[in-house]
Structure formats: C-alpha cells, structure tokens
C-alpha cells in the first residue's frame, strides 16, 4: 500500500503537471496499476483480508474449538472452558500447535460474538439524585507518601461534587462523609445511589433485595433519604460518580499535593470543589454553581442535628493513664483519671471521656500496637516525681522536637536549684503549653533568660508582656493653658519633705 502522501504526489504530477503515467511511474518507482488506483481516488484504501490466512497446524481443530465454545452458553458460569482446558481438549485429538495459538484464537472468536455495550441516556430532575463513590489516590502528608481513601458525593442534575479525604474507608469516615457533603450541598439529595458497600449492606440477596447494615438504616433514616443499590459488577449504573473519580484524580491531585496534615489536605479539596462549580460541563446549558441554585430548593433540608458520626465503646483506664482503642494506647491526664472511660472514635480523631467531659482528644491511628501520647498529659506525675524526668517516655520524644532554648532553660534551673527542685519548676513552665501557643512560650523562654529572671514566674511575666505590651502614655498638649508650661521644668526640691517631716513630728 502506498502512504496518503505517495498518493498526494502521483496526482499531483497527473493532475498539475501533466504527466503522463508511464512517466509518473518512471520517476516514483510505481507500477501503472497503482498509479491508476491513486488517479481514480484520493482516500487511503483500507486494507481487508480477502481469504483467511492459512492455519495448518490449528485448522483441522477450529470446529472443536467452536463446538467448545458454544457448549459454554449452557455451562454454569464457574465451569466453562477456559482456554486451557480447550487446548488440552484438541491436544487429546492430536493438535501438536502451541497454547498460545489456541488462546489467541478464542479471544478472537469471543470479540466476534461480543455485543458492543451501549446505554441509555439520562437526564435527572433538580434534587432527586446524587451517586456515591470511593476511590484511592497518593498524597504527600508531612513528608510521607500516603494512600488516603477518598469519598466522593455528586449530584446528578447540577453535577455539582464533593470530595474528602481519609486514612480508611470505614462506615465511620462513610458517614462523616455524607454528613460534610449534606452541609456542602446544603441539603439531602432525595436518593442516593451506591455500590454494594460493606459500610451500608452486610449481604447482597438475590436480586435487588439487600440485607442492609443496622447502622447504615439508622443514618438513612435520620436523613430520611432513600437508598439505591448498584447491580454487582455493573458500574455504568452510576456512570457518573464513576466518571468524576477520574476527573479530580487528574486535575485536584496532579501534581501529588504535599501538605502537613488531614485538615489541611481537606482544605484543598473543598477548595478544589469550589473552584468546580465555575466549569461549564459538556453538553450543559449552565454552569455547575447555576445549576445547583436551580437544584437547591428542591434538596431536603438538613436536621436539626447531625447524626453522630462515631463508634462508642468503654474502655478501661491501664496503669500508665492510657485506653486501649484497636490495639493502640492513648494517653489520659493524669491527675483527671477515671477507671471506667468512654472513648468515641471519630474518622479523624479520639475522644476519651468521662460521662460527658471530654478529658483528651487525639488525632486517630489506623496503625497497630502504636502509643498515642501527649506528654502534657504526664506533667501532673512528673510534678511528683521528678525523678522519672529523664526517662519518661512522652518527655523524650516531645525533647526531640522542643525548642533548644528549652535545653538551656532546664541547665539554668538545674545549675542555680536541687535536682528535684529545677525539675518541678521546668515542669511547671512546660504546663503552660495547656494554655499558650508553643511560639509564645519560646519567645517568653528566650526573653526570660535574657532578663535574668529565668524561672516560671519570669516566664509567665514576659507572656503577660507579650500579649499586654506596655503602652507610653500620650504627651500632654498644653498650648492652650500656658502658664502650666513651667511646673514640668521646675527643680525637684527635697527641703520640702523635710518640712513635713517637721509639721508631722511637732
């Protein structure tokens, strides 16, 4: 076959320039036929195989493959012939080929008998419905590279989308999910469409039927919206979230966002969001943001409340003022300890509380066996038992990470005070962590020692300097009474206070 520009130039020389064919074909190396093929039409010929190409080692076997292959229509669905079986099959009759011939084969005749999906196309009414997807993604959290879990909400009449990003995709960050999206959106969408996911069904029936989780039905009816549930294997049903996934991949999270933690890479997925709703989607009359004024009053308004997106369990309190939640220790203050505690999990975070008084509060671990401790927690010990300082466990690895004027703090206190008594003290100026910024309590440590004054009461006077700064009184303007002008010029005169001494004595 010659190329589209071999043919451009044969009828050039033809048509322009006037040459005849035999001259064409002695210059461009062409036989007269194909010259006359490229005369006749300026489209590219498609090349068709005339005959089937020979097969002689596979031939004599092409029947049984078919008969095979047709005998699978009325095989269960896990005992069919697969591609193996039927190379073993001929080979029983003689074929003396390779399994790579026959696999290509059946693929062959299977894309022959494979129908072409196609679909229906949708439209949807203002606030009827929204699709709800996970998905996975890489994000740079604090220098690591992490997988995070990615939840998705998109309604389906103004494609209006959220997303949010967390560590696991548990029934937990499932209905934070939903419940962030409701706020973002402004209400509840009347029916929402889902896989068949194991935070919202325990079992798929035959069907359209669905053993739904407890849980799941309780969030559902504090909504009061109606569930939907994809056929299994057939993710064209929400084509649209499913479509939505790839797009934020692409374009909210290329290049990989590097951020310092959860919140923040949240941050910039609303932000992300928001800046979606300017964009005109294809095949759209409106923007997404005047398509969601439009579907707006048309969602279901949000509760009163939102439902309470936690796991509640009691925990006990184990010697080192810590509770156990899946296998990890989290830490509780010491001098506010209780045996008997309740942790509530959150996507993100902990809760330790006793009755309704939240004691601590941490940032959730979905590692195992790890230790989760805020070394403020301890001071209240350390306080009582200075002696433990140095090889306390929360105060080493806060010592990694504190500032060094801390260092020259604790050698001040140590130098001029007994051990136990510089101990107390530098605990006392480390507990005011509790109720100042770490940034404060450094610039206050710093100005301390420079002043002289490098103790807690010091420490806690330039924090009150810091947030107070001393303000100089304005000038007083005495222009318009005169004769005040000289009291301020006037000589101090110490005999004065003698003569009072005098009238007080006598």
Known sequence: MITVKDRERIRIAYFREHKSIRAIARELHYSPKTIKKALASAEVETYTQSQARAA???????????????????????????????????????????????????????????????????????????????????????GELVKVQLFFMRLNYSRRVFVKAYPAQNQVAFFDGHVCAFHHFLGVPLRLTYDNLKAAVQKVLEGRNRQE?????????????????????QAHEKGGVEHVVGFIRRNFLVPIPQVDSWEALNVLLLAACLADDQRQVQGQTLAIAAGWEQERPFLRPLPGRDFPCCTTKPVTLQPYSQVVFESNRYSVPADRVQKKLVVRAYALRIDILDANEILASHARCYDQGQEIL??????????????????????????QQWPSVYEHLLAHLQAVEEEGAAVRHFVQVLALHK?????EIEQAVQQALAYGCAHVDGVK??????????????????????????????PVDLHRYEQLLTEVTS
């Open 461 to 490: 006077l330039c924090l009150h300097h810091l947030r107070h700064p001393a303000v100089s009184p304005p000038a007083l303007d005495l222009s318009a009474q005169p004769h005040l002008l000289h009291i301020a010029a006037q």
């Open 213 to 233: 989780q407890d849980q799941f039905v309780a969030f559902r009816s504090h909504y009061l919206f109606e569930s939907h549930f994809c056929t299994p294997g």
């Open 374 to 399: 805020d070394p403020l927690h301890y001071l209240p010990l350390l306080a009582q038992r200075p002696g433990a300082f140095d090889h306390a466990k929360p105060i080493r690895r806060w010592r």
């Open 435 to 439: 109720e100042y910024p770490a940034a």
């Open 56 to 142: 002689p080692v596979l031939g004599p076997y092409k029947q049984v493959i078919e008969e095979l292959l047709a005998a699978n229509e009325k095989l269960p669905g896990k005992q069919r012939y697969t591609s193996h079986k039927i190379y073993e099959a001929i080979r029983e009759l003689g074929y003396e080929g390779g399994e790579s011939t026959v696999r290509g084969y059946v693929a062959q005749k299977r894309k022959e008998k494979r129908r072409p999906k196609v679909y229906v196309p949708l439209e949807f009414d203002p606030g009827r419905d929204a699709q709800v997807d996970w998905a996975e993604a890489w994000v740079e959290i604090a």
